[in-house]
């Protein structure tokens, strides 16, 4: 059975910088884009980061690009986000998710089979 669990999240500063990382185990880790989404209270689930399978392409939200990136271990099964610059509008739950082998849109979360429980980020201002 397929597993995601994150780590990383807390409270930070305006300015500051977080890493978070996510442990997949259960599925053919190499295969499978993975994606970071985040919800805040009140709004839809959004998307943050993806990256393929072999980990030579990228995709990044205009909120996020320049200050988050993602990159993945496919030796360790885990994918990594790191966020610099962090705002107070970047406060959510994280999600780290699977991509289903075949779809349309990355960016998409529909799209998305196996996802993890979130961990929190929270930027004071």
């Known amino acids: 059975q397929a597993q995601l669990v994150e780590s990383g999240g807390g409270l930070v500063e305006t300015g500051g910088s977080l890493r978070l990382s996510c442990a997949a185990s259960?599925?053919?880790?190499?295969?499978?884009?993975m994606g970071w989404f985040r919800q805040a209270p009140g709004k839809e689930r959004e998307f943050v980061a993806a990256?393929?399978?072999?980990?030579?392409?990228?995709y990044y939200a205009d909120s996020v690009k320049d200050r988050f990136t993602i990159s993945r271990d496919n030796a360790q099964n885990t994918v990594d986000l790191e966020m610099n610059s962090l705002k107070p509008e970047d406060t959510a739950v994280y999600y780290c998710?699977?991509?289903?082998?075949?779809?349309?849109?990355?960016?998409?979360?529909?799209?998305?089979?196996?996802w993890g429980q979130g961990t929190q980020v929270t930027v004071s201002s």
């Open positions: 990256i393929s399978g072999s980990g030579g392409r990228t």
């Open positions: 259960g599925v053919t880790f190499s295969s499978r884009s």
């Open positions: 998710a699977a991509r289903r082998p075949v779809g349309l849109s990355i960016r998409n979360w529909h799209e998305y089979e196996y």
